[in-house]
């Protein structure tokens, strides 16, 4: 592992809720009440695991001492996969244009063209 650069945060000098807090105002300041920092932990970890990352290296990352903590990350991440794999089967399925396999024809003009003269 390179040394030259870690994105983790240290809080080593906070007790444990006061990252939380401290970040709380500030998504309040910036207007952003939905947001908390365990979303960004949370997405951290997905994203981790979207890019293949072990459970035991979730684990080492995050600080999480129990592998179940780090498999929810992982099946969070799998869902996500499965899901965009479902989207673009269906995608590709209907090829976004004219189908493959037209169900009616129809003989009428297009309305357009059936519009009254008035």
């Known amino acids: 592992m390179s ?41 951290a970890a997905v994203r981790h695991a979207l890019n293949g990352a072990t459970a035991p290296e979730l684990m080492a990352w995050f ?25 673009e089967k269906i995608i590709s399925g209907t090829g976004i244009g004219k189908p493959t396999n037209q169900f009616a024809k129809n003989k009428r003009k297009p309305l357009k063209s059936r519009r009254s003269k008035s």
């Open 3 to 43: 040394s030259r650069f870690s994105p983790r945060v240290s809080t080593s000098h906070l007790p444990p809720p006061a990252f939380g807090n401290w970040f709380r105002e500030r998504c309040n300041e910036a207007g952003l009440t939905q947001c908390a920092a365990h979303g960004l932990r949370k997405a």
């Open 63 to 87: 600080g999480w001492k129990t592998i179940g903590e780090a498999q929810r990350y992982i099946e969070e991440a799998n869902r996500i996969k499965l899901a965009e794999s479902a989207g």
